[in-house]
């Protein structure tokens, strides 16, 4: 390094004020040194002077080193500070004894509380007896909360969502460990995001969407309808109808048919968020409730000139709602009969889980589209569909696999997909028998 910026540099860091010590000392030094040669000349006193010259400048450039590095510590602390202190989510550390040692300002806004108040007090319990502190407190002792719902799996960081009434808080926490260098656990973080806001606005957005859903419904049933009754009166009134007209009435009450599935779908969805999908179940004879729901996907693979083939053997008996459950398969087989190829077919497979004989695997395989790898993770997300989908059918909710997955695991099963992109697609799901 050039000497005139190596002195400018250590002038910089030697200004800080912690700093202003050891240089002293370093001073002192010096003039010892320079004591030495004025009272004691002679060629030891060079040879000293040399020696004192070299160790002093050695010392000086690791001593720069030493400056440098703590004015980058403090630099970075501040930067850490700054950052905890200014960010929008709300952060506390506490250390084991549940003492608090720092919290920021979001802290302070979420909760209406002053960092003197609770900095350094060991939080207890039976603090939330105080009106001002409760809601902050049980963030600390979550399980204090009336209204939790745990996130995460075992494991760190722990994530809580937490609500709370008067004054109306949702907040989400996530809570991480601090060890020292030998991994002891000295203290806890915890980020504290506020959600009141996204989650009231979030919920008026899904109510919005269920009204218009409950609104479209009837004049849906009712066009629906009209056109399947122009459609009987067109084939009874046994007169050469003009083709155009039979196809306009062909392609209006196909639209809308999928109107409504989109409308049924999008309050199916609803009520599944809302907790209030409910199910009935009852005992059944699963070959039996399999031969039914052939009969009834019949109509629309005529309409593709599609094959729907049943095959296996044997009893099972199963606990089903098998409206709930047919609304699952309806699903499998119309997206199965709707991507598949002209003249394709569907072929349905009831036989026991290879893996677990307590269990009964139903697969549903097709020779259409398929599905792109990549894109099969998402098959089971709401409002996901994949491009060469859309493609062949623009209309479509996205919510059918979502609500057939929701179906299926309330039935303690379980829903599996594989495919290959124009070769294919089979959706298999498990159900447990019941042993007799
Ligand atoms: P929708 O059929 O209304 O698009 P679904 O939730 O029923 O919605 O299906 C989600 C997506 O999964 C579809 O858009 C499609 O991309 C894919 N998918 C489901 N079943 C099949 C299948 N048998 N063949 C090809 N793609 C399928």
């Not at 002053?114 to 409760?134: D, F």
Request: hydrophobic content about 40%.
């Amino acid at each position: 390094m050039n000497p005139i910026n190596f002195f400018k540099d250590l002038g910089f860091y030697t200004k800080q004020e912690e700093n202003k010590k050891p240089l002293f000392l370093l001073g002192l030094f010096v003039v010892i040194a320079v004591a030495n040669i004025v009272f004691v000349p002679g060629i030891i006193t060079v040879v000293e002077l040399l020696a004192f010259l070299f160790i002093f400048l050695t010392l000086l450039a690791s001593y720069r080193n030493l400056l440098r590095a703590s004015f980058q510590n403090k630099a970075k602390n501040l930067e850490l500070e700054s950052v905890i202190e200014n960010v929008k989510d709300g952060v506390v550390v506490y250390d084991t004894n549940f003492r608090i040692l720092d919290l920021n300002k979001a802290t302070e806004e979420i909760f209406n509380i002053s960092k003197e108040e609770v900095l350094g007090i060991q939080m207890q319990p039976g603090m939330t007896a105080s009106p001002r502190l409760r809601t902050f407190v049980e963030t600390i002792f979550p399980s204090l909360a009336s209204a939790i719902n745990t996130v995460s799996d075992a494991g760190w960081p722990k994530v809580v969502d937490l609500t709370f009434e008067d004054p109306h808080l949702e907040i989400r926490t996530s809570l991480n460990q601090i060890a020292d260098q030998s991994g002891k656990v000295v203290a806890f973080l915890k980020i504290i995001s506020n959600n009141t806001r996204e989650n009231t606005i979030l919920e008026s957005k899904s109510e919005f969407l269920t009204v218009s859903a409950h609104q479209l419904r009837t004049p849906l049933t009712a066009i629906n309808w009209t056109f399947e009754s122009l459609k009987s009166s067109l084939l009874k009134s046994g007169e050469k109808i003009d083709p155009t007209i039979t196809n306009l009435v062909d392609e209006g009450w196909g639209l809308a048919k999928r109107s409504l599935k989109i409308i049924e779908d999008l309050l199916s969805a609803a009520k599944i968020e809302e907790g209030k999908f409910g199910f009935n179940f009852v005992e059944t004879d699963l070959m039996e409730f399999f031969k039914n729901i052939r009969q009834s996907a019949e109509v629309v693979a005529q309409e593709y000139g599609i094959t729907v083939n049943l095959s296996g053997g044997g009893t099972y008996t199963v606990r089903i709602d098998p409206e709930r459950l047919g609304m699952a398969v309806m699903n499998i087989l119309d997206n199965a009969i709707k991507y598949n190829t002209k003249g394709g077919s569907v072929n349905i497979l009831v036989e026991p889980e290879p893996t677990d004989r307590a269990f009964v695997r139903c697969s549903i395989s097709d020779n259409g589209i398929g599905i792109p790898k990549e894109n099969l993770p998402k098959i089971f997300q709401k409002f996901y569909r994949s491009e060469n989908a859309q493609r062949v059918e623009p209309n479509g909710s996205g919510l059918g696999m979502y609500i057939t997955k929701n179906i299926i695991e309330s039935h303690g099963g379980a829903i599996h997909v594989e495919s290959q992109i124009g070769r294919g697609t089979t959706f298999w799901f498990t159900l447990p028998i019941i042993q007799r």
